[in-house]
């Protein structure tokens, strides 16, 4: 993007990034978070919807005992246990979600809900999950008027119904995380969605880039130059935003802040010690694990290689032992400039998106637009 863009900070392009000397930052032994999607059916029509949902339920699901099973192995990954996000598909679509949110809460996993906007989602359900324990839901807003979110999510009318399910989740006292889509089509869009954000009392924002996997090889992604952009607004963001701002499949966007941070003399030993620094090295499969409906258990969603089912392997073996989740996890291992990188340990690229591009997940981040010295 040229200087006119609304993203480029004032001060800016770090043209000197100053070279970090890295400590290693390998989650080898148990995942950060864990997504399950426990559903693929849904009654939207995204145009972005990794998971391609359907609109009955896979009778190949895993079932409560399956699931409850499962729960008892992602608890024996130990203390503190991976935080577990339910999601689909649209996890409402399962009339047991509350009994195994229940059964996961009862034994000690944090979760997190990530509901469809349907006729599902109203105030009684989200009564019902703030009342067994769950402290915190996210729900999505691709654009900052009904326009450009109901264009992207294909029902009209989902737009108004996302705000009203937002401030129903503010009222009933649940935490509010709010996605969004970057792509060429929301990204002008990006600096009103934060304004809709911020004035709906959001506790955290996550913007996600487009992997091009399931619907969304529909979507046009940004460019290189447009998702450094993005991610230099963001660091100039942060520090006065009145809530927390993340990225997902962006762990690039690391590496720009730690320059911009370096660059007005902190040391590497100063953004170490900062709360951004907790997720120096998560990426696909370092930190993050997926299980689908069926119970195949991917580096993340929207890395569709499989390293093996709960069905047949324990969860913990799979992640730990696994040669996909062993070479994710290697940055040695890693190829092209996201190989000779300085920050690849704190960063490490997408994971996904070079398996997209290159059909080889250690291939660079094509996203990424930094040139390693």
């Not at 699901?61 to 024996?76: M, N, V, W």
């Not at 660091?235 to 990225?247: G, S, V």
């Not at 499969?285 to 093996?308: K, M």
Request: aromatic share 6%; proline share 8%.
């Amino acid at each position: 993007m040229t200087g006119a863009s609304p993203f480029t900070p004032a001060d800016g392009m770090i043209r000197h990034p100053i070279p970090v000397v890295p400590t290693s930052y390998v989650f080898d032994q148990a995942p950060w978070l864990i997504y399950w999607e426990i559903t693929r059916a849904c009654d939207l029509a995204c145009r972005h919807c990794r998971a391609e949902a359907i609109a009955h339920r896979d009778p190949l699901e895993l079932t409560l005992d399956e699931g409850k099973a499962l729960l008892d192995s992602i608890r024996q990954f130990g203390d503190p246990p991976p935080h577990l996000v339910i999601t689909g598909g649209d996890p409402l679509r399962r009339p047991d979600l509350p009994e195994l949110v229940s059964y996961a809460l009862r034994i000690g996993i944090n979760v997190s809900l990530s509901p469809s906007v349907t006729p599902l989602l109203t105030r009684e359900a989200l009564v019902q999950m703030r009342t067994l324990g769950v402290e915190t839901i996210s729900l999505s807003l691709d654009g900052a008027d009904a326009a450009l979110h109901d264009r992207i999510r294909g029902i009209p009318g989902c737009f108004d119904r996302t705000l009203e399910m937002v401030r129903t989740a503010v009222d009933e006292g649940l935490q509010l995380q709010i996605n969004t889509l970057v792509t060429a089509e929301t990204l002008a869009d990006l600096p009103r969605i934060y304004q809709r954000v911020v004035d709906l009392g959001a506790l955290r924002w996550s913007l996600f880039f487009l992997i091009q996997v399931g619907r969304g090889t529909t979507l046009q992604p940004i460019t290189p130059s447009q998702a450094e952009d993005v991610c230099r607004w963001l660091t100039e963001l942060i520090p006065q935003a009145p809530l927390q701002i993340k990225t997902t499949e962006a762990p690039f966007f690391r590496r720009v802040a730690i320059q911009q941070l370096l660059a007005r003399g902190l040391s590497f030993t100063d953004v170490r010690r900062l709360p951004m620094a907790r997720g120096f090295g998560v990426r696909d499969g370092n930190g993050i694990l997926f299980i689908s409906h069926r119970g195949d258990v991917y580096p993340s969603g929207f890395l569709p290689v499989a390293a093996g089912n709960v069905r047949h392997t324990d969860i913990r073996s799979i992640y730990r032992d696994s040669q996909l989740f062993r070479e994710l996890r290697d940055v040695n291992r890693l190829k092209g400039k996201c190989g000779r990188c300085e920050f690849r340990h704190v960063c490490g690229g997408s994971r996904a998106r070079a398996y997209v591009a290159t059909g080889d997940p250690m291939e660079s981040d094509p996203l990424c637009a930094y040139e390693p010295r």
